[in-house]
């Protein structure tokens, strides 16, 4: 049986993952694991014996956009000791994490891990995120047009304060708090560079990966470009090249990387499950509605058991169940994957797959668990 992790058993808790999967948590995921009454509070354990032989972290988030709000669980750390298999713990588990998404009233949950092993448990391929190469040549050749510096993130309230306002300022962002930033912008062991501009002003910051080479994360005041922040950062560290993840939402960021990102690729990283679909494409859909030109229009979906009529409109999403023959039917992996990537435009029908992705989902790596 799956039972809450209490404070006593965050050191036993601590050690049996970092034992399972050979890492230190406390470094590798310092958001979820250096406050230990949070860290157990996120995690569901099976005991035997008074030993845990199975432990899962569910970490509540949020993700905010122009069309409103979605809560998500983030799924992480599902570990069964070796001598423990074979006996139904997985399945217990990931059930778990079903319930707390029910309590917490999520719209969706994700993870990361093997297709095929989670696949089972109804979660699929969903979202998308853009690589771009910045090439040596640019680097060298860019002229750059402001003076900018940069700088590791230090405790600092007023750097914080700074930050926070510039990241919700994006009309597309998940969970992030002066108490959490620091410890979210670490994950991974990645670190986060604050870039000033020239009058010493707050103007952007970006996250390096530990390769020293690939930008996970870069968020900039809408007079700072990318090709220059970019350049100059390359430059101060001694870079001949970089890559660059954009996460999606970052459609001012993307436009400007497309003048001169070389070998730009769209990946799928991350695992869903939705349990919300009516609630996550209105949100999603009015989103992207608000953000691209989606050509208007009505179509009915039958998604597993339920049919949704899905309308597109004066710049908004809005979903209603029916009772009417569905244009389209689809099971619920199928269905949140056509609507979260660009594969949905191979659907075969012609306003879905213009739509396409009608959800734009995606996540930063470091908010992933």
């Not at 569901?44 to 998500?72: D, F, H, S």
């Not at 298999?85 to 990361?112: I, N, P, T, W």
């Not at 660009?342 to 989902?361: D, I, K, T, V």
Request: net charge neutral.
């Amino acid at each position: 049986m799956v039972t809450q992790a209490v404070l006593a058993d965050y050191k036993e808790l601590l050690d049996f993952e970092n034992r399972i999967f050979g890492v230190r948590f406390l470094t590798k995921v310092p958001k979820l694991y250096t406050d230990e009454a949070f860290c157990v509070s996120c995690h569901g354990i099976i005991k035997q014996n008074e030993a845990i032989v199975g432990g899962i972290a569910a970490y509540p988030t949020t993700l905010t956009t122009l069309g409103g709000t979605l809560r998500a669980i983030g799924i992480g750390s599902v570990a069964v000791d070796p001598a423990a298999r074979g006996r139904g713990y997985m399945k217990e588990l990931m059930a778990y994490c079903d319930d707390v998404a029910a309590r917490e009233g999520a719209a969706f949950a994700f993870l990361s891990g093997h297709r095929q092993r989670y696949a089972h448990y109804g979660y699929a391929p969903c979202g998308t995120r853009y690589l771009f190469d910045i090439s040596d040549y640019f680097i060298d050749r860019h002229a750059v047009q402001k003076a900018l510096s940069f700088e590791t993130l230090k405790k600092s309230p007023e750097v914080l304060t700074a930050l926070l306002t510039l990241f919700h300022s994006q009309p597309y962002h998940w969970a992030r708090t002066a108490e959490t930033f620091e410890r979210i912008t670490a994950t991974w062991e990645e670190k986060c560079y604050i870039i000033r501009d020239e009058k010493q002003t707050l103007c952007g910051y970006l996250i390096v990966e530990k390769t020293k080479r690939d930008i996970s994360e870069l968020v900039l005041r809408p007079d700072i470009s990318a090709a220059d922040a970019l350049t100059a950062f390359a430059r101060s560290k001694r870079m001949k090249k970089l890559r660059l993840c954009v996460n999606e939402g970052q459609r001012m960021l993307l436009r400007g990387l497309a003048a001169f990102g070389e070998r730009p690729e769209i990946q799928v990283p991350v695992k869903f499950k939705v349990y919300d679909f009516e609630r996550m494409i209105a949100v999603l859909g009015t989103h992207r509605a608000q953000t691209s030109a989606l050509l208007e229009g009505s179509l009915v979906l039958r998604i597993d058991d339920k049919t949704y009529r899905i309308t597109v409109a004066d710049s908004r999403c809005t979903v209603e169940p029916t009772d009417a023959a569905p244009d389209l039917s689809l099971n619920a992996q199928e269905a949140a994957a056509a609507l979260t990537t660009p594969f949905g435009m191979l659907l075969p029908h012609p306003l879905l797959s213009a739509w396409a992705p009608l959800c734009p989902l995606g996540i930063p790596h470091c908010d992933e668990i």
